[in-house]
């Protein structure tokens, strides 16, 4: 029995992930043909979703880190963000793909594609492993999706309930959500 077994539920199994993030990455490489990309990861829970999807580009690509806190009324984030580790390099003309974890309620994101925006860079696009579109509230540009899920709390694959099982190798929910 593993460590997560009583308390997780598996939702996207490992091989159903790799699968998807290899069609993923198929598809980015064939529409940045000819150009160098930047991904920019959202940390944390971006990290392993980011780290296989570049092994999936076949391009000259460069990896980024962005760290971001919203501020959560209770469980539902205010949409106030705070950037808790920035970029090391200027984003001037560059082809930036942000690359995140889950969509919920689009907050998040509408804050970085301004923010990032503001640097100037070549293009911006976006590419979420998760959509969770019961909760959005506010329209926000996906390019790149790997799932759409029903409105439940996941974790694993680099996702966390207080810190921990970010490092599950699927999505899983919690069994006493
Ligand atoms: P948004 O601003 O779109 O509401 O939220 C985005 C962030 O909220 C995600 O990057 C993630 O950190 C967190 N989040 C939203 N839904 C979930 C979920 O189901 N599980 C976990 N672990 N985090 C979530």
Avoid: W
């Amino acid at each position: 029995m593993a460590f997560f077994d009583r308390d997780v539920e598996v939702m996207i199994d490992a091989e159903t992930l790799r699968a998807r993030i290899v069609e993923l990455g198929r598809q980015i490489t064939a529409d940045y043909q000819g150009q160098e990309l930047t991904l920019v990861g959202i940390m944390k829970g971006s990290i392993f979703f980011m780290t296989d999807l570049a092994r999936a580009i076949d391009l000259p690509v460069t990896l980024e880190l962005m760290g971001v806190s919203s501020y959560h009324g209770g469980t539902e984030t205010t949409g106030e963000v705070r950037i808790s580790f920035d970029l090391t390099k200027p984003m001037h003309g560059k082809h930036i793909l942000v690359v995140e974890d889950i969509i919920d309620t689009g907050l998040t994101m509408k804050f970085l594609l301004e923010n990032l925006a503001a640097r100037h860079p070549a293009s911006v696009k976006v590419c979420t492993l998760l959509e969770k579109p019961a909760r959005a509230k506010t329209k926000v540009q996906m390019d790149y999706k790997g799932f759409v899920i029903e409105d439940r709390f996941v974790v694993g694959y680099g996702l966390d309930y207080g810190e921990k099982y970010r490092n599950l190798p699927f999505i899983g929910v919690m069994r006493t959500e």
